[in-house]
């Protein structure tokens, strides 16, 4: 989440991210708030139980071992995906076995946002979310309520009578799962981690795409059916126009560069002839 990850645990939620977006490739929206579900559910599992998260983080146990362990745990409680991307998990390193719990959560929050892209809602959903928190914020009997331990039945009440006439699914269901799941954080840093895997899986999603000419109508359009295709749900693409590319398309998901330009391969071209003759 927003927290600051050591070298192995960074890792490892690059890793699972990655895991996820095939999980959610080519799904339907309820099959990825499905997924989402599932991914809450191991997450609260792990967070009831420190000798489970040590033992699925321990460094000596082999891959094979921690995963069986996974499929003991869960193998009745879990769909295919939701299964997969755990044991998946389990067979990472991890620099605390604290990081284990938010990193999943993280995931579930993602699988959600992938969810509601699919659906052509996640600008609503972020927009939803953020007046949410303002609301929330303002007012202190509300923001008294919420955070109210052991209350689970009446805040998620409270929040589907708050929100269930104007907000989406989506939104409903993952406030409704943050003030029942605060684990010792505020109800503001929650909000902020919640706000934060959403914006992740947003920029999953958005493709920051450069060309030297503008491209028509007709072009673009064909470009996000590809990348669509590719991704395995809905993808924008945001154009910059660059006269140093020649030719080609440069593609850049969040991280994550596709360059196909002719001037990024011709420099590939110059370097590999400066190393043949070094």
Not at 29 to 55: D, K, Y
Request: one cysteine or more; glycine letters at 6%.
């Amino acid at each position: 989440m927003r927290a600051h990850f050591g070298g192995s645990s960074r890792q490892s939620l690059m890793i699972a991210r990655a895991k996820l977006d095939m999980a959610v490739k080519g799904s339907t929206p309820e099959t990825a708030s499905q997924l989402c579900t599932e991914l809450f559910f191991a997450a609260g599992v792990l967070a009831g139980s420190i000798s489970l998260r040590r033992a699925i983080t321990d460094p000596s146990r082999d891959a094979k071992a921690k995963g069986s362990l996974v499929l003991e745990i869960f193998e009745k409680s879990l769909g295919s995906a939701a299964l997969g991307v755990i044991t998946d998990i389990s067979a990472l390193r991890w620099s605390s076995s604290g990081d284990l719990v938010p990193v999943i959560e993280q995931l579930a929050i993602e699988a959600q946002a992938s969810s509601a892209n699919i659906a052509n809602e996640l600008d609503r959903v972020e927009d939803e979310f953020f007046v949410t928190s303002r609301a929330i914020a303002s007012s202190f009997e509300l923001r008294k309520a919420l955070i109210t331990v052991g209350a689970d039945q009446t805040k998620s009440a409270l929040v589907v009578d708050l929100l269930g006439k104007d907000c989406s699914a989506s939104t409903i269901k993952l406030v409704t799962h943050l003030v029942n799941n605060l684990r010792g954080r505020s109800i503001e840093a929650a909000f902020a981690d919640y706000f934060y895997a959403l914006a992740a899986r947003r920029d999953r999603v958005i493709a920051h795409v450069r060309v030297a000419v503008e491209i028509s109508p007709a072009q673009r359009e064909r470009l996000v059916d590809a990348l669509t295709k590719q991704v395995g749900q809905p993808v924008r693409i945001n154009i910059e126009i660059d006269p140093t590319v020649i030719g080609g398309v440069s593609v850049k998901f969040a991280d994550e560069l596709v360059d196909g330009t002719v001037s990024h391969r011709l420099a590939g071209a110059s370097r590999a002839l400066v190393g043949q003759n070094t």
